[in-house]
């Protein structure tokens, strides 16, 4: 059974960082596309950033330089570091796997897998 488990949402002050964990379990990690998806209620689902299996990164223009995407396969976890958080951050925070993911979120829904998401608040 494949199963995604993001950690590490909550509720922080604009400027504040914060640091979302997936761990995934059910699929070969290691040869698998990795990425954060995020929707605001009313807003359509965004990519956030996506790294490959071989380490190559991928960022939405939103956030680029804010955030950081990074991979442990020997933990089977994804994290996404994020710096200088703005309100309009304030979503649902969802990690993703396939091979490849699509930069466009509405498309890439369909397919892979997926977590439950984690909700990200930031207040100003």
């Known amino acids: 059974e494949v199963n995604l488990v993001e950690s590490g949402g909550g509720s922080v002050q604009a400027g504040s960082s914060l640091r979302l964990s997936c761990t995934a379990s059910?699929?070969?990690?290691?040869?698998?596309?990795l990425g954060w998806y995020r929707q605001a209620p009313g807003n359509e689902c965004d990519m956030v950033a996506i790294?490959?299996?071989?380490?190559?990164?991928y960022y939405g223009a939103s956030v680029e330089g804010r955030v950081t995407i990074s991979r442990d396969n020997a933990k089977r976890t994804v994290y996404l570091e994020m710096n200088n958080l703005k309100p309009e951050d304030t979503a649902v925070y969802s990690c993703?796997?396939?091979?490849?993911?699509?930069?466009?979120?509405?498309?890439?829904?369909?397919?892979?897998?997926w977590g439950q998401g984690t909700q990200v608040t930031v207040s100003s």
């Open positions: 059910g699929f070969n990690f290691d040869d698998y596309y």
């Open positions: 790294i490959s299996d071989d380490g190559k990164t």
């Open positions: 993703a796997a396939d091979d490849p993911l699509s930069g466009t979120c509405q498309y890439q829904r369909g397919f892979g897998y």
